[in-house]
């Protein structure tokens, strides 16, 4: 039988030929279909539980008692070393600093975002290009990440090179130095930035949640600049914040002595704290703040947020873990998320909320953490003319998460309790996350808070724990942020007086 199609000739005559057994009827067994194919009936095939004859299969892996230690070494100038010799044939290491725009006197607003901006730009010792060669040379990522509270500089190498990485980034944060003319440089495309990040709702919502939230420190936004910074002013910023006591060099990967015998030379260099500064306190109040903005790609949007203080932050451990619980309890996100449950897809804001409103393109439970205190709430987009049914939809869920015993069911906290261990531990996988878990606990808590005991913290939470714990987040100041089609948001004070009743 000759093919049709491009394929012509005696080969394919070979290729296409089909016997006349392979005809097959509609109504054909799976025997028949069998016998059809192959002209012969299957063979009885073993039960998949029965291992194959022949076959080796791979022992299981030896995986150690106990997990890897996190050894700390404290230099003289308070400069904290701190490594976890996971295995593996990479390294990650970290430097992470006290510091952030919650630090930014009047007049320096924008230091902190410059510096992440300027962080590879040169050094005392090395220019821009000689930093990206050496990068290069030794094949290391390199990343900066500047926030309100802490700043992180990190690179991720072969396990070989470890000791070039801590050099290079020892050399960026010990001997910075800042040019005139990038620094201008820089202004500008920071500038853009931020008129480009008004395109990101929910990203500028959060920074003017801050600013009606907090007096002093944390109500500093970000991504704001006040006014030109010289190289001096950002120096004298560096300086100031970048002391011992408030560094941390980790590292995820290596072996602590090796990495010490490295470190402990470079950043011994950082100035002690000569002097008793006054802590800078951040006053949370509550307020509103509200931002007429046409996005172009939706101009009739309007994003709103609802926020509550997370009392005692990050070093109030019992509570912050019942919020973390809380909040993926909660859950939510985009009403076009890809995936399936294990996106959240049966948590309340996507069974109560997401679907049962289509007009509603996201809505989001957040947790913004901080040393001493912090925010938590919801977050939702939607047309601008139901702006208020929005708002009275998430004060509703807000007051049935805090309702009374029973509310929430034994099945919805199991899944919230290990979705929340789950995220943890697969976190805790990447040495990246390993690094940054090391150097931001430190910071915060000045020890390391092993995995294993926020799992049985978490194990141990009940549903009377988690509305105890939303009742007492409600009854605190409310503070609301909108961006977009404002308009239509009700009234702060009305909104405020249905959490006090």
């Known amino acids: 039988m000759a093919a049709s199609g491009l394929l012509t000739g005696p080969a394919s005559q070979r290729a296409f030929s089909v016997p006349a057994r392979a005809v097959v009827t509609a109504d054909a067994d799976s025997k028949g279909l069998w016998a059809a194919m192959f002209g012969s009936t299957p063979k009885a095939m073993p039960p998949l539980t029965q291992p194959l004859l022949g076959v080796e299969y791979p022992a299981e892996p030896n995986y150690p008692a106990t997990p890897p230690a996190t050894k700390v070494t404290t230099l003289k100038n308070g400069v904290r070393i701190a490594t976890e010799d996971t295995p593996g044939q990479t390294v990650t290491v970290g430097v992470y600093v006290d510091c952030g725009s919650k630090y930014e006197a009047p007049g320096y607003q924008g230091a902190s975002h410059l510096l992440e901006r300027m962080a590879f730009k040169g050094t005392a010792n090395r220019s821009h290009l000689r930093i990206t060669r050496e990068a290069e040379a030794i094949g290391a990522h390199l990343q900066v990440s500047g926030a309100r509270e802490q700043m992180s500089y990190t690179a991720d190498v072969l396990k070989g090179h470890f000791p070039e990485a801590v050099e290079l980034l020892a050399d960026v944060v010990v001997n910075p130095k800042f040019k005139a003319h990038e620094l201008v440089t820089e202004m500008v495309s920071a500038r853009a930035a931020v008129r480009d990040m008004a395109s990101v709702p929910t990203s500028m919502v959060q920074e003017g949640l801050h600013t009606a939230a907090y007096n002093g420190g944390l109500g500093n936004p970000y991504l704001y600049f006040n006014g030109p910074l010289s190289t001096g002013m950002l120096e004298h910023f560096q300086k100031t914040n970048f002391t011992g006591d408030r560094v941390v060099v980790s590292a995820a990967g290596v072996d602590h002595a090796a990495f010490v015998g490295v470190a402990e030379d470079l950043f011994g260099a950082l100035p002690a704290s000569t002097q008793k500064t006054a802590p800078v306190v951040s006053e949370y109040k509550g307020g509103d703040f509200r931002e007429f903005h046409a996005d172009k790609a939706d101009p009739n949007q309007v994003t709103v947020a609802l926020g509550f203080e997370m009392k005692g932050g990050w070093k109030d451990l019992k509570n912050t873990t019942a919020l973390s619980v809380l ?175």
């Open 327 to 501: 909040v993926t309890l909660l859950g939510g996100g985009g009403s076009f998320s890809a995936g399936g449950p294990g996106k959240g897809m049966y948590s309340r804001l996507y069974q109560r909320v997401l679907n049962r409103h289509a007009w509603i393109s996201n809505c989001t439970a957040f947790q913004n953490g901080y040393n001493d205190t912090g925010l938590v709430g919801l977050l939702a987009t939607c047309p601008g003319d139901k702006a208020g049914q929005v708002v009275d939809i998430m004060v509703a869920e807000m007051q049935a998460v805090a309702g009374a015993d029973g509310a929430i069911s034994a099945t919805e906290l199991s899944r919230a309790k290990n979705a929340t261990i789950a995220a943890v531990n697969f976190n805790l996988e990447s040495k990246a996350i390993v690094c940054e878990d090391i150097g931001r606990q430190l910071l915060t808590y000045g020890e390391r808070v092993s995995a294993e005991q926020f799992v049985k913290d978490v194990n141990a939470l009940s549903a009377k724990d988690l509305q105890a714990c939303a009742k007492a987040l409600i009854k605190t100041p409310l503070t609301m942020a909108s961006l977009g089609q404002i308009e239509g948001v009700p009234k702060y004070d009305d909104v405020a007086k249905k959490f006090a009743k």
